[in-house]
């Protein structure tokens, strides 16, 4: 059996933790996007619904 190595089992290591690291940020940033964007939908859609309800409504 082969000794294993330090700077392999390091580099291995700061990998795996930076794409976890990076899995969670893009998650969380694709979260308040979502958030940020349902809000700005949500608006539109009132904003429109206000200026159609007058018309409706005649």
Known sequence: ???RSLRRD???RLSVG???LWLLAMTAAGVI???EMDEAFDSALQQTAGRL???AVV
């Open 1 to 3: 059996m082969t000794p």
């Open 10 to 12: 390091l580099a291995l």
């Open 18 to 20: 930076l794409a976890v």
């Open 33 to 35: 996007l979502r958030e």
């Open 53 to 55: 309800l007058p018309l």
